[in-house]
């Protein structure tokens, strides 16, 4: 299985802090890394696709970057809305795994 | 506006059955990729099957042999089969739909439903 490692697994920002989350993959998946936030008691909604890719929706303050082995979510300005727990996963090969998350609190 | 809703988690048993049903809207399921993905309370998310298009399917090895997916075109619905269900299968149970030609993602999902096994 390709196991997937977020780092930090968790942070402390203010609004306003430029944050940034990574993720490493055991093995080199091109660019099929995918990266959702996820709100308490809410269902994950997907952020970033295609490693680079932003979903129809999502503020332009997130931004995706990487690729092989080595990807980066970045948020430029961190919003009170942004608070959450954020994942990427991998669909190169099956089983699809996700990291084990990256909780970003308020400092 | 794809939207999807599952249903059918409950309390239930080691070793009992359980069907989860996800009812999809604004889209067919017939011409997507489907899959489920689950998460334990407080802990990270396990993708657990998917269904293609054209009715192929993967499993989680965890899952293998116990779970099945499936579908209902006439009611656009896709379905999980939890069979010899486990204390550590207890979590929310997403459906979700497969998104992408090469790269695959998910979106949307589904509000969740939570299976509780324990006796």
């Known amino acids: ?107 | 506006e794809p939207h999807l809703v599952e249903s059918g988690g409950g309390l239930i048993q080691p070793g009992g059955s359980l069907r989860l049903s996800c009812a999809a809207s604004g889209f067919t399921v017939r011409s997507n990729f489907m899959s489920w993905v689950r998460q334990a309370p407080g802990k990270g998310l396990e993708w657990v099957s998917l269904m293609y298009n054209d009715g192929r399917t993967h499993y989680a090895d965890s899952v293998k042999g116990r779970f099945t997916i499936s579908r209902d075109n006439s009611k656009n619905t896709v379905y999980l089969q939890m069979n010899s269900l486990r204390v550590q299968d207890t979590a929310f149970y997403y459906c979700a739909r497969v998104d992408g030609a090469m790269v695959n993602w998910f979106d949307p999902w589904g509000q969740g439903t939570l299976v509780t096994v324990s006796s």
Do not use: H
């Not at chain 1, 809410?42 to 129809?56: D, E, F, H, M, R």
């Not at chain 1, 009170?80 to 795994?97: G, H, L």
């Open chain 1, 1 to 107: 299985d390709i196991e997937m490692t977020q780092s930090p697994s968790s942070l402390s920002a203010s609004v306003g802090d430029r944050v940034t989350i990574t993720c490493r993959a055991s093995q080199s998946i091109s660019v099929y890394l995918n990266w959702y936030q996820q709100k308490p008691g809410k269902a994950p909604n997907l952020l970033i696709y295609a490693a680079t890719s932003l979903q129809g929706g999502v503020p332009s303050r997130f931004s995706g970057s990487g690729s092989e082995t080595d990807f980066t979510l970045t948020i430029s300005s961190l919003q009170p809305e942004d608070f959450a727990t954020y994942y990427c996963q991998q669909s190169y090969r099956f089983p699809w795994t996700f990291g084990q998350g990256t909780k970003v609190e308020v400092k």
